[in-house]
């Protein structure tokens, strides 16, 4: 089975050095990942700010004393002029960095950020995405339809042509004192009238029987979701988080993330931090960046 670089890497067009700025305060790890990313023909990095880089490393700085407010309203600029891509951005995820990709969001009602962690199942190789794992602490049935279409939006980038997802909740069957539920819920019934997109969305299903047919069978549940899931919606970002992290900690599985809803793709790394899962959120956030070339 190819690693999840490659995965990832093989579903990109084949457009080279797309421009990605650089923000945040020195990472090595991350500044390895953009080094090879470059050396692959995958982007031409922008350092927007001050990274300590010898000269014959010959990566373009944009250097500022305005600070990461004044370094963010430049990003803003150049990617609206289309000099720049996508971003990347080191450190934390901090208040000032959500209300910056807030402005990145489309002008829409209907628009939110999320976030999806992404991996490959150890049954055949195929990907897999949770969501919402960073942004959406208690998402309620408007956010979960905008989570929904932004990781549908990234399934097909990874040529899933009609994503299946399970709209989980702690029990299959619809409770009107478990809020989770009615959404899931209301979710399938959209799906259901084509107000998802092309997506095959089924809920609530408990993890039992998303990922076992026979046991949503032997609990009723006929539909094609269960046992080849691709996007999990999870009800909140505790369950979310706490199932990504356990997925990449304690089965030592490789994962990707991305920032998603955004016009413009914004590469974060809230995990391992290594040069590895770097390049895979690269590779990923490139995926997103060819639609705006």
Same mark, same amino acid.
């Given at each position: 089975m190819k690693n999840l670089i *490659? +995965?990832?890497s093989d579903r990109l067009s084949g457009k080279k050095d797309l421009p990605i700025g650089i923000l945040g305060p020195y990472d090595n790890s991350a500044f390895k990942a953009i080094l090879k990313a470059r050396e692959a023909g995958w982007i031409t990095p922008v350092i927007l700010g001050k990274w300590p880089i010898e000269p014959e490393k010959n990566i373009e700085q944009l250097a500022t004393d305005t600070g990461i407010g004044g370094i963010r309203q430049q990003a803003w600029k150049m990617l609206k002029a289309g000099t720049l891509l996508a971003l990347l951005h080191t450190g934390l995820l901090d208040q000032? #960095? #959500?209300s910056f990709i807030g +402005?990145?969001?489309p002008k829409d009602n209907n628009a939110a950020a999320s976030h999806v962690t992404l991996f490959r199942s150890l049954k055949g190789g195929r990907f897999i995405l949770f $969501?919402? $794992? #960073?942004f959406n602490r208690t998402p309620g049935l408007r956010e979960k339809s905008c989570i929904v279409l932004n990781a549908a939006q990234l399934a097909r980038k990874l040529r899933i042509?009609?994503?299946k997802v399970a709209a989980l +909740?702690?029990?299959e069957i619809v409770n009107p004192s478990i809020p989770s539920t009615i959404d899931a819920a209301a #979710? +399938?019934?959209? *799906?259901?009238?084509?107000q998802l997109g092309n997506v095959i969305l089924e809920g609530p299903l408990a993890m039992d029987n998303a990922e076992s047919s026979d046991a949503a069978i032997h609990k009723g549940i006929l539909s094609p979701v269960p046992g080849d899931v691709d996007i999990y919606l999870f009800p909140d970002l505790e369950s979310a988080l706490l199932s990504a992290q356990f997925v990449s900690l304690a089965c030592a599985i490789p994962t990707a993330e991305c920032i998603l809803g955004t016009m413009w793709p914004v590469v974060i790394n809230s995990g391992t931090g290594s040069v590895e899962s770097w390049l895979c959120n690269i590779a990923l956030g490139l995926l997103l960046a060819e639609d705006t070339t």
């Open positions: *490659s +995965a990832i000032g #960095l #959500l +402005a990145l969001l $969501t919402d $794992t #960073l042509r009609e994503p +909740a702690p029990i #979710l +399938a019934k959209m *799906s259901e009238r084509g």
